[in-house]
């Protein structure tokens, strides 16, 4: 079947780096992304992998390897404005996870 | 910037009724989608449309169907709605080209059936 696994909550502290894994299966797989959604806010693209690696975008980065179906998206030097679900999503179509719910605390 | 706007923020109707629910981009992209968001189920893909008048079923099409009969529109249609289809629904676009790298979402319309 199709399916993403993420951890439904994390929590971590301000100043902190924190890593969201996600691991996936499908029968078809184009790339890995990540999005960010504040609560009551429509979901942000943060990232895309098409290829084994890291790709790093300022606080945020994102590795994928394929060949173990398994991502992950680091965000580091952590602020509050942090706080806010990340989802994982494969394409084609977009295909998204359940969801973990980041928490920053001072 | 590119803009998805979605006709309504909130909406109430009332079960059996038949329901729009619109969605416009900007952008010229020719991928649209329609999502339901509900808590701790993540965004799960109801149907989705390459270009016009082409449509596929994602995951959860019961209960639903859409429209596209121009480029920037794509409409979602609940048939008979059912107080199950409560939910927070998204739109989506994103360019053409195979994969999807990058997505474009609305701001959301919740819908709630009494």
């Known amino acids: 079947g199709q399916s993403l696994e993420q951890p439904s909550e994390v929590t971590a502290v301000e100043g902190a780096i924190v890593q969201i894994n996600c691991t996936y299966q499908?029968?078809?797989?184009?790339?890995l992304s990540w999005y960010q959604q504040h609560d009551g806010g429509a979901p942000t693209f943060l990232s895309y992998?098409?290829?084994?690696g890291l790709e790093e975008t300022g606080r945020f980065s994102s590795f994928l390897s394929r060949s173990d179906s398994y991502g992950y998206l680091l965000l580091q030097e952590l602020q509050m404005k942090d706080s806010a679900s990340y989802f994982c999503?494969?394409?084609?179509?977009?295909?998204f996870g359940k969801g973990t719910r980041l928490s920053v605390i001072a | 910037d590119v803009k998805v706007t979605q006709s309504s923020r909130y909406l109430v109707k009332r079960t059996g009724e038949k329901v729009f629910l619109e969605c416009v981009q900007d952008?010229?992209?020719?991928?649209m989608f329609w999502y339901r968001q509900d808590p701790g189920l993540g965004l799960r893909l109801i149907y989705f449309?390459?270009?016009?008048?082409?449509?596929e079923k994602g995951d959860i099409p019961e209960g639903y169907s859409v429209s596209r009969e121009k480029k920037e529109r794509f409409s979602l249609i609940l048939e008979s709605a059912s107080t199950n289809q409560t939910s927070m629904y998204l739109c989506?676009?994103?360019?053409?080209?195979?994969?999807?790298?990058?997505?474009?979402f609305g701001q959301g319309t919740r819908l709630t059936v009494v």
């Open positions: 989506g676009t994103s360019p053409s080209g195979g994969a999807v790298t990058e997505a474009f």
């Open positions: 499908t029968s078809g797989f184009y790339g």
């Open positions: 999503a494969y394409s084609t179509p977009l295909v």
């Open positions: 449309s390459y270009d016009v008048k082409m449509k």
């Open positions: 952008m010229d992209h020719e991928n």
């Open positions: 992998n098409a290829l084994d």
